[in-house]
């Protein structure tokens, strides 16, 4: 794990995100602290795929596998079907270190 992700795992204690963080990353952060609708509030203003691939994320964590397939397809992502926090993990590791 790199510093830089272990920094942001860390974060996850607080109350609020790092300054700073891309959306799709601040996104993901608020959705690990369950925090949906913020999350979603983020990713949706946005058209890139690593928002798609949060966003996608975000309906899969919330049941909405429906909803998943199509940011997946949006975000040009097979979909992972795996455990959810695993795949949240995942996704802030591709975010961070590319």
């Known amino acids: 794990m790199s510093a830089s992700l272990d920094v942001f795992m860390t974060s996850l204690a607080c109350d609020s ?3 700073r963080l891309p959306p799709a990353l601040a996104g993901l952060w608020l959705g690990l602290k369950g925090r949906w609708q913020d999350a979603h509030e983020v990713v949706q203003e946005e058209s890139d795929p690593e928002a798609a691939l949060v ?3 975000l309906h899969r964590a919330e049941g909405d596998n429906g909803n998943a397939r199509y940011w997946y397809r949006r975000a ?4 992972s ?3 959810c926090d695993e ?3 995942a996704i802030a590791r591709i975010l961070i270190d590319g």
Do not use: F, K, L, M
């Not at 040009?76 to 979909?79: C, I, R, S």
């Open 76 to 79: 040009g992502v097979t979909p």
């Open 17 to 19: 995100p790092p300054r």
């Open 81 to 83: 079907w795996d455990d």
């Open 87 to 89: 795949e949240g993990r």
């Open 55 to 57: 966003h996608a994320w």
